[in-house]
């Protein structure tokens, strides 16, 4: 009996022991938490096994008392023994590095090691975004990340940012593609000035763009990616660079609020030097008359500005939802009276987990609404700063700011008050109060995507993202504005402006090991994308004017002339793509990659080929046996080619029209009869090594690149009598090249528990050059006309890009001025010398030779300490508004001069006679000054020194069962001082974020110097 229920209970056990086997989940992480994919997971004395994704998850059939045992490269094996718990979290202890298990986000969202990738990625932690605020996220990484040029937009907070990656490379367009979370991001901006003195049509207006209106706080990181390897599976998006955002993403079975509060005051800096020893002539509009001291008005225009950025997040996750919640509201007075900035920001956030986690749902939507009043504009024209810069000294600034409007009983309204009439400028408090601007931007973002596991090895996925843009400016001129802008009884200006993008795609992911040696990770997908861009309505009472004076309606303009629409762009691109990564004993690892793009914009032209990657990376310090003291070493190298579309319209052309010239619809461009045009097409090669050192104490990155961008699209006036009837011919030819090195090292210089020392520094430097422009364009591609101005932009031929010309004073060989023939007045006396000029000549180059940022991060107990110095060395700028500033004599150069009587020159008569003396320092300023003067007087060696960033505080450690769980506070600073600049304005501003006014200034906005305080908590 005692045998049979015996065996009883041992049939029983094994039947209960058989019941207890389930599906375990678990995730496997590091000390800090980060997640470690493809780490193994056996079961011990077992066949059965898995390994975690790129998340750090994992699910395994086992039963209750099983052992699992865990293990990944550089990290502790560790043994689990299966309870009743249906979850699990694995902790596994480091091993010598953790660069073997960092996870980059990469094209399209798709997650990958570190030490797999073949090409150069730089990442900045959510910290470092919002450690220093700025009202536009992108100015926050300038001096961050090697090979990355940023600079600030001339348009004051609220503008656009010009972001070059590893050079120019397009005569089209430099901007990156910005992406979030994989999906790319409509970035476009209603607005871009090119003129170089000043749109008649609200002047030289930076727009702004959808990059400036992201809020920093929902997003955990940026990923740069530089490379056409790197952003090949963007195909004809990715030509020019990828800058990646990451939303923040919630623990599981954790809940939060945090918020912040950003304060900063803004002072004007940097601006022009001015002379108060001289006065204008009675009646003159030029300061060329007595000396007489008077006060300096400039800096009193300008008053402290204040930027205040408030948000406040929420997050909870739980086992198979988490919701987050966002807002943020940003202030702004600028530096500029009347100019102001108010901006909301909305995010939403949902994710599900379903069927047992096999299904994941995510979907997010995101609002924002920004009204700028007064946006301030570069160039003279509706700009306030050429009647700040350029009023007659002597004239009573105060009167002019107090009444910049007088009745004038003739025509029975209040009329302009100013103390002279010239196209370049007016009462700079009639322009702000009685030419006032309001530009209003409203975009929305919504995304839905979901995942589908179909097994351990394979998961589906599709997105669906929606943008859109709607812009509005909308301009004020009363009547009595100077005439050049404005009609007799006023002019009103309406333009409205709207962008939409849909985006969809479908992608197969694989993740599987092959066998023990061998791994393979796969995408394989396709994607669709609607641009409809900047379509544009537009009402504008010039040039016939406003029937009653001051009734700013449409009711009220004269004729519809000024009434029409712009067609923007309009372009679907359908795509193919696959990438695969073979791992070979995680050492060793190929990566391919291909894509297949049809656009719309190529209709009746030639598709672009198909876009392939190939790179290969090993894992030396795996198969060398390197001293100790090496951690980690990686060498690399890849191939790729991307493309970039051609514009709207071109290949196949449509009928204008303009206010300007209704008559005149010839298509503005058009390929020649039997040609065919083709997308830009990229080329580049990319070989690299990293390597830590330490204990990851130390760590050295060296990139070397070489990229070839063919297929420019370049223009030519079509003959008169062409039988497309087109204005221009628009055809493929010319060559950019681009070839750098990017170095970075970091280094943790002391870690201790009282005191920590982390630094970084990232030097880069770009060769650039332009081949290959066709002879019948003269080997010159103007890129900002001159106009009435001696400064041109241009590309020429053996060249870098961005060819800076103005004109220079004709010098012999012995480097002497010549001056035309001697000529003498009636009563015999020498007349004022006249020096000669060349035409427009080559004066200078935009472009950097070498960029370095210095990185410091200091922590003391509980303060802290972090700044950024930003250098960049080499290239030239011009400024227009010093040589303007010279010819009306209000320069301190002129004061300067006529205090020592007048301006010593080296000059030289055509008889050979030597000019004696000094030159008049009039006649000198008015030959050489001016917008039509000898401007390359005016070219200044670009290097400059800044400290770009600076954060000092204290973090208060709170217990976690405390209601408020942390909180800190610092004192922040941005663009604080110089260490070394030459120039007379800054030079990483910009007026234009086009390929247009690089590296000049035309009375732009000048930069500001911020400081204030931070506040973070979190409940």
């Known amino acids: 009996m005692k045998q049979i229920l015996l065996i009883v209970m041992i049939i029983f056990a094994s039947q209960l022991s058989f019941a207890q086997v389930k599906t375990l989940k678990g995730t496997v992480v590091d000390a800090s938490g980060m997640p470690i994919p493809s780490a193994n997971v056996q079961v011990q004395g077992e066949s059965k096994g898995t390994t975690t994704d790129f998340d750090g998850s994992f699910a395994i059939q086992v039963s209750v008392g099983k052992t699992l045992v865990v293990s990944y490269l550089g990290y502790e094996t560790k043994s689990v023994v299966v309870g009743n718990e249906d979850t699990i979290k694995i902790i596994l202890n480091s091993g010598a590095t953790t660069a073997l298990t960092e996870v980059v986000v990469t094209s399209l969202g798709i997650k990958k090691t570190r030490k797999s990738l073949t090409y150069a990625a730089q990442e900045l932690k959510g910290e470092e975004l919002t450690r220093s605020k700025d009202a536009n996220l992108i100015n926050t990484i300038a001096g961050k990340i090697a090979g990355v040029n940023v600079v600030k937009s001339a348009g004051g907070t609220g503008g656009s940012t010009k972001v070059t990656i590893r050079g120019n490379s397009s005569v089209l367009n430099n901007q990156p593609l910005y992406v979030i979370d994989g999906i790319p991001m409509l970035n476009t901006s209603s607005s871009q000035p090119n003129d170089s003195f000043g749109s008649t049509q609200g002047g030289n207006r930076d727009g702004g763009d959808v990059a400036s209106l992201v809020n920093p706080e929902d997003y955990e990181g940026m990923t740069i990616l530089k490379g056409a390897s790197a952003a090949a599976l963007y195909g004809s998006q990715g030509a020019r660079g990828v800058i990646m955002l990451t939303s923040k993403k919630i623990k599981e079975n954790t809940s939060f609020v945090r918020a912040s509060s950003n304060t900063t005051y803004e002072s004007a800096a940097y601006l022009p030097k001015f002379q108060s020893d001289y006065i204008a002539k009675p009646g003159a509009n030029e300061s060329w008359g007595d000396k007489a001291g008077n006060k300096d008005h400039v800096k009193d225009f300008f008053r402290t500005g204040s930027t205040q950025i408030s948000a406040i997040n929420f997050g909870t996750a739980s086992k198979n939802s988490s919701s987050y919640l966002s807002y943020a509201n940003t202030t702004s007075n600028g530096v500029i009276p009347t100019n102001s900035l108010k901006k909301h920001n909305f995010g939403l956030k949902q994710t599900f987990k379903l069927l047992e986690d096999k299904l994941i749902i995510n979907a997010n939507a995101n609002y924002v609404a920004q009204e700028i009043t007064n946006r301030p504009t570069s160039g003279l024209y ?3 700063l050429t009647g700040v810069y350029l009023m007659p000294r002597g004239a009573d600034f105060n009167n002019y700011k107090n009444n910049f409007e007088v009745f004038d009983p003739v025509r029975n309204l209040m009329a302009q008050n100013w103390v002279g009439s010239r196209d370049i400028w007016q009462n700079p408090y009639w322009g702000l109060n009685r030419n006032k601007s309001e530009d209003t931007n409203h975009y929305f973002n919504g995304a839905l995507g979901v995942n589908y596991k179909a097994n351990k090895w394979l998961s589906i996925g599709s997105r669906f993202n929606y943008d859109k843009i709607d812009s509005k400016f909308e301009k004020f001129i009363y009547a009595t504005t100077e005439g050049t802008l404005s009609h007799p009884n006023g002019r009103y200006i309406l333009i409205n402006n709207t962008s939409t993008q849909k985006y969809g795609d479908l992608i197969a992911t694989i993740n599987t090991k092959i066998n023990d040696n061998l791994s393979f990770n796969a995408n394989i997908g396709a994607s669709i994308t609607d641009r409809f861009l900047n379509d544009e309505q537009v009402l504008d009472s010039n040039p016939s004017g406003l029937k009653t004076t001051n009734w700013f309606t449409l009711h009220n303009f004269n004729d519809t002339q000024g009434i029409f629409q712009n067609y923007g762009e309009r372009r679907q691109t359908q795509s193919l793509f696959a990438s695969a990564t073979i791992g070979f004993r995680d050492y060793l690892y190929a990566d391919v990659t291909a894509r297949k793009d049809w656009s719309s914009s190529l209709v009746n032209a030639e598709q672009a080929a198909v876009y392939p990657s190939l790179g290969v990376t ?16 990686k060498i690399r190298a890849s191939i790729a080619a991307v493309g970039n579309d051609i514009p709207n319209f071109v290949s196949s052309p449509v009928n204008l029209y303009t206010a300007a010239d209704p008559a005149n619809s010839k298509p503005t461009f058009g390929p020649q009869a039997g040609t065919k045009l083709k997308a830009e097409r990229q080329n580049s090669f990319e070989i690299g090594t990293e390597w830590r050192f330490l204990e990851n104490r130390i760590g050295l990155e060296l990139t070397y690149y070489n990229n070839t961008t063919k297929n420019q699209l370049l223009s030519v006036p079509a003959p008169a009598t062409n039988p497309e009837g087109y204005q221009n011919y628009i055809f493929n030819s010319g060559v950019i090249k681009n070839s750098g090195i990017e170095a970075v090292l970091f280094a943790k210089i002391i870690k201790s528990d009282a005191f920590e020392w982390d630094a970084n520094v990232n030097y880069s430097f770009n060769r650039n050059k332009v081949t290959d422009l066709p002879d019948n364009l003269g080997g010159v591609v103007v890129l900002t006309p001159a106009g009435v101005n001696n400064y041109r932009y241009a590309l020429y031929n053996n060249q870098p890009f961005g060819v800076i010309e103005g004109v220079n004073l004709k010098r012999d060989d012995q480097g002497r001025i010549l001056l035309n023939p001697k000529e003498y007045g009636p009563n015999g006396q020498l007349l004022p010398a006249i020096m000669q000029k060349t035409g427009l000549e080559k004066v200078g180059n935009a472009n950097p030779d070498f960029m370095i940022g210095f990185q410091n991060s200091f922590k003391l107990g509980n303060y802290f ?45 055509p008889d050979g006679s030597p000019f004696v003396g000094k030159m008049d320092a009039q006649n000198y300023y008015s030959q050489v000054g001016g917008r039509a003067g000898a401007t390359g007087e005016y070219v200044y060696d670009a290097t400059n020194v800044s400290l770009r960033e600076l954060s000092l505080g204290y973090t208060f450690k709170l217990s976690e069962n405390k209601f408020l769980k942390a909180a800190s506070l610092s004192v922040v600073g941005r663009n604080l001082l110089f260490f070394y600049k030459n120039a007379p304005f800054d030079p990483n501003i910009s007026l234009s974020t086009g390929n247009g006014l690089q590296g000049v200034d035309v009375f732009g906005m000048p930069s500001t110097r911020s400081i204030g305080l931070n506040l973070n908590v979190t409940f």
């Open 865 to 909: 300490l972090n700044f950024t110095i930003d250098g960049r060395f080499g290239g030239d700028v011009m400024s227009l508004t010093q040589a303007i500033n010279d010819e009306f004599g209000v320069s301190i150069a002129t004061g300067d001069a006529r205090n020592t009587g007048g301006v010593a020159i080296n000059a030289v008569y």
């Open 618 to 633: 090993t894992l030396l310090s795996e198969i060398v046996d390197f001293p100790s003291y090496v951690s980690f070493a």
């Open 382 to 384: 509706f700009n306030p």
